[in-house]
């Protein structure tokens, strides 16, 4: 049945696509991106699964299941492996693993719920180094859906670890709420980590032209999002509070490359915010949730959410008016994801709609987007579909 479903899909869209123009798009900061359903990846697994990783040279991915379990899969969404590494045992990552990479060609590694980095063979049958944690204590705990906080490289026989570790800090000696402004100029959270070497280095990770640190104003925590490109070596941060997505030459240089102002029509202007500090009482502001590398191209994403206004409203006539029906018709109705797709140094256009329903969750390096609705699919379903959308150009 998946594979008369996905056929079908298949079929529409060649039909779909000789019907259309093939022209390339002319795109101005604020045009709307339309994309193109190239085909989808079944998976006949029941486990509700998330993409973590595509090895383009060998056609693998690796996926974590909502049930903890990290499975190998083929192109043709064959479960190759589903290794078992989760548990307490000398060969294991404890209770959950966050998530796998692909290091290079014959290794993996997997991030256990501390942040330790668990170093396997390819095909997981030995367990080859554990790296220590960057965490230094638990300040803050932050749940990601379809995304890792986390990318590996391996150029010029150099394997490292790129990320953001929002607890590699100790708050007795870094308090954001006592430092205000100041945190962001002691606060280091992006990493890279040398393997071979077992070498930790954080980086700068509030750059000095992001506006709230340029003008000195307090707007939380606003930690980055990163994302590293292994094609071109460069990575990017994002302040979750921010109009701007900062690009950097590579992981040895450390040299800021873009700074790029972010616009959209669902966004109002961070500046438009900030009164007498930073108060955003209800979490209203949109803030950035995801960002993705891949060629040349950068996307960002953010949800709107529901106005101050309305808390205030419900919360008049119910204090606890968070399971309320009336909050859930409020997020159906205001919490909605954007895109902002920047490239060479700006913003190039908005992605207001997929193709098709899901959730971004792993981008190629040529710029193929998975969609993923395995969590709560529009039809109930026994197996996994992850669709493969594209930027028609």
Known sequence: MTRIFTLSIYCILLVFQSCSQSEPQEHSEMSEISLELLDSLVVDVLDPLEMDDYHEEKGLYLMRGKSRKIYLVNEEGEVLQEPDIIGNGPDQVGGRAVGCQFLGDDRIVCMDASSKFHIYDSEFKNKISVLASPMKGLNTFVVNNYRLNFRTSAANEKTSIFGVEI???????????????????????????????????????????????????????????????????????????????????????????????????????????????????????????????????????????????????????????????????????????????????????????????????????????????????????????????????
Request: charged letters at 25%; zero cysteines; a negative charge.
């Open 167 to 393: 607890n590699s800090f100790s708050y007795s000696e870094i308090n954001p709420t006592e430092l205000k402004e100041d945190f962001y100029k002691k606060a280091k959270v992006a990493f890279q980590y040398a393997v071979e070497e077992e070498e930790l280095e954080f980086l700068e990770s509030y750059p000095d032209q992001w506006m709230p640190k340029r003008e000195g104003v307090y707007v939380g925590e606003s930690y980055p999002l990163s994302d590293f490109n292994r094609s071109t070596m460069e990575y990017a941060l994002l302040p979750g509070v921010s109009d701007q997505l900062f690009v950097y030459d590579g992981l040895g240089s450390n040299s800021l490359k873009y700074a790029i102002d972010l616009r959209h029509p669902e966004r109002t202007p961070l500046q438009e915010w900030i009164t007498d500090g930073f108060n955003d009482q209800f979490g209203s502001y949109p803030r950035f949730n995801d960002l993705r590398m891949f060629g040349d191209y950068q996307i960002v994403k953010f949800n709107t959410q529901v106005p101050a206004s309305v808390h205030r409203e419900l919360r008049a006539g119910n204090e606890n008016y968070g399971v309320s029906p009336e909050w859930r018709e409020a997020l159906g109705k205001y919490f909605r994801p954007y895109y902002i797709l920047a490239k060479a140094g700006k913003q190039v256009g908005v992605i207001n709609n997929f193709p098709v329903t899901g959730h971004m969750d792993y981008v190629s390096s040529d710029g193929v987007v998975y969609l993923n609705d395995n969590r709560k699919p529009s039809v109930e379903r026994d197996y996994n579909v992850f669709y493969k959308v594209k930027i028609r150009e």
